[in-house]
């Protein structure tokens, strides 16, 4: 069975204090590794996709990172803006779980300014 | 502009009355899937869909029912609701396996 751990459960941060999310995976095959960003009463935002060791992306103040067990999603001076819950996601590479997207519970970031 | 539309946003019912939530997206995706999440719980996959009458279940497919009769439309039916599907639902929707999902607003249901 497909598991995404996700830690810490929240986090909070100064502006501009950089720090990472943690994203643990056990995965039959990855066949994509997703972050979204959630904001309160909101669909989920597509933010990276990874699909194998050593990839990484970025985009402004954040970086996907990710290994045969983790990624993490690291956050570099974070303003307010950034404040969200982030969803980390995989999806198995083949067999009957093929269309299905497993999510961990998330991490909610609060930046204080 | 790609789209995702759920509706209704918000939902409240009675115990044990049929509701039908729909999902509708203009991106000609392929693959289509509803979740549902809950407060410590996460986000979870109730049925999911590879094309025009193609389903399959998810996770907690328990008091769900789904139909997939024009690629652009998802349904999600709860033919006997109960409490324990009040619930912030969403319409997700793919088009290729290793692309990332948009999802729609959600529809927040209360069922008392």
């Known amino acids: 069975e497909d598991q995404v751990t996700q830690s810490p459960e929240a986090l909070r941060l100064q502006e501009g204090e950089s720090s990472s999310l943690n994203c643990s995976y056990t995965v039959s095959g990855l066949r994509g590794l997703f972050w979204y960003r959630q904001d309160p009463g909101k669909g989920p935002e597509f933010l990276f996709t990874?699909?194998?060791a050593g990839e990484e992306k970025e985009k402004e103040r954040l970086k996907a990172t990710l290994t045969k067990k983790e990624s993490f999603l690291h956050i570099t001076a974070p303003k307010p803006e950034d404040s969200a819950t982030y969803l980390c996601?995989?999806?198995?590479?083949?067999?009957?779980?093929?269309?299905?997207?497993?999510f961990g519970q998330g991490t909610i970031l609060t930046v204080h300014p | 502009e790609a789209q995702v539309t759920q509706n209704p946003r918000y939902l409240i019912t009675v115990t044990g009355k049929k509701l039908t939530v729909t999902c509708s997206q203009n991106m000609n995706h392929e693959y289509m899937s509803w979740y549902r999440q809950d407060p410590g719980l996460g986000l979870r996959q109730i049925y999911y869909?590879?094309?025009?009458?193609?389903?399959d279940k998810g996770d907690v497919p328990e008091g769900y029912k789904v139909s997939r009769k024009e690629k652009r439309n998802f349904p999600l039916i709860l033919e006997s609701p109960s409490p324990n599907q009040t619930s912030l639902y969403f319409c997700a929707t793919y088009d290729r396996m290793n692309t990332e999902a948009f999802f729609g607003q959600g529809t927040r249901l209360t069922v008392v």
């Open positions: 996601a995989v999806r198995a590479a083949g067999g009957t779980s093929y269309g299905k997207l497993t």
């Open positions: 869909s590879m094309n025009v009458e193609v389903t």
């Open positions: 990874l699909y194998s």
